[in-house]
Nanobody, 125 residues
């Protein structure tokens, strides 16, 4: 059983930066994959970025490549998302998630077993 709690969301102007954090309680095994997803109002939840816990392999959605960086701290059991050059279209609720048996593509929402409650990010123009 894994519980996830996101923090760090807020209101920021276009071009600004935010860092989101996700604290994981419970055991995070080295085989797990952790990810960030986001959901804008009226839209489906979409993949943002993921990282494998063991070998730190990262994947990003095309829309955030070069602007967002996902990183994990295995000692602290935390997952973070550094977001730079934010755009109004980045406005969404951001969720962290855990895939306990990553045998599918990292962007497949259905593969993830545990989810946090989300943190709101609002980017103004």
């Amino acid at each position: 059983q894994v519980q996830l709690e996101e923090s760090g969301g807020g209101l920021v102007q276009s071009g600004g930066s935010l860092t989101l954090s996700c604290a994981a309680s419970g055991v995070i095994y080295s085989s797990y994959r952790l990810a960030w997803f986001r959901q804008a109002p009226g839209q489906e939840r979409e993949f943002v970025a993921s990282v494998t816990w063991r070998n730190n392999k990262k994947s990003y959605a095309d829309s955030v490549k070069g602007r967002f960086t996902i990183f994990r701290d295995a000692a602290e059991n935390t997952l973070s998302l550094q977001m730079n050059d934010l755009l109004p279209e980045d406005t969404a609720v951001y969720y962290c998630a855990v895939d306990v048996s990553p045998d599918s593509t990292p962007g497949a929402m259905s593969a993830y077993d545990y989810w946090g409650q989300g943190t709101q990010v609002t980017v103004t123009s």
